[in-house]
């Protein structure tokens, strides 16, 4: 096994369960102390729990990913904790709607965009002082492939992520030599996802070139690349994992 992170201090939020927490696991299996953030305590510690006992190393921290006081206070917790930040990996998200793009509510809307775009945004904020004293510091945006090209149901859910590419652009300029990266998802086998392949996985794969779900593990793999020095030379770039290609320029 690599050990592409050791010594390095990595948040990623919405990080107790499915993709953030094959994120944190990686880290963890390459060096790094990772620190597992949710809503969930009892998720949280399962999960540090998990990554310990595999030999790794984890701090579990409890957040709202959509409030900016928790954000700043978990950045104020690992600044006095470890005195550092080496990698951000802005996870968390929530879909609040399935169905026809007009038919949300001001509240489901409210924290579609609280969670999905805004709390993103002023996690970044408030992790760039610490992340500017590393000497090789990066972040990657969690983005998805709705993001490029919605499904049905998916609706403002999609148009949050599609944001989630933009914003990267504009940080990878504004934050360097910080790099700033972008995965993008497919289909991944979550709970979260559930919706859209439960009962259906057969049909869910058909048009996929792997002829598989993915599974979190993925991403996993994918955004320690994008977080490790291999890839020094990539920063303002969004790297889809669907099992598929996806048009776009």
């Known amino acids: 096994m690599k050990q592409r992170f050791q010594g390095k201090v990595c948040l990623v939020t919405a ?16 060096g790094a102390t ?5 809503r969930d305590k009892k998720h949280i510690d399962a999960a540090v729990e998990k990554i310990r006992n595999s030999g790794g190393k984890a701090e579990g921290y409890a957040c709202h990913a ?22 951000l990996v802005p996870n968390a998200a929530v879909s609040t709607h399935f169905g026809f793009a007009l038919d949300m509510t001001p509240q489901q809307y ?15 904020q408030a992790a760039y002082p610490l992340l500017k004293e590393s000497k090789d510091s990066n972040i990657v945006i969690i983005s998805s492939i709705g ?4 499904e049905m149901g998916l609706g403002m859910y999609s148009v949050t992520k599609t944001a989630l590419l933009g ?16 995965c993008a998802p497919g289909l991944i ?4 996802s559930s919706v859209l392949w439960e009962g259906k996985e057969q049909a869910a794969t058909e048009f996929m070139k792997v002829e598989r779900l993915g599974l979190p593990e993925d991403i996993g793999n994918a955004v320690a690349f994008l977080a490790s020095s291999e890839a020094s030379y990539v920063t303002g770039e969004t790297l889809i ?3 598929r290609a996806s048009p776009r320029l």
């Open 15 to 30: 990080s107790s369960t499915g993709i953030g927490l094959a994120i944190s696991e990686q880290f963890a299996k390459e």
């Open 34 to 38: 990772v620190i597992i953030s949710s």
């Open 66 to 87: 959509g409030k900016i006081e928790d954000l700043q206070k978990m950045i104020q917790f690992i600044k006095e904790k470890y005195g550092r930040l080496d990698i």
């Open 110 to 124: 409210d924290k579609l965009f609280e969670v999905n775009l805004r709390g993103v945004y002023f996690l970044i």
């Open 147 to 150: 993001g490029y090209e919605s």
């Open 167 to 182: 914003m990267t652009k504009v940080l990878s300029r504004d934050l360097a030599p910080i790099r700033v990266n972008c």
């Open 189 to 192: 086998k979550t709970k979260f």
């Open 241 to 243: 994992v669907a099992g």
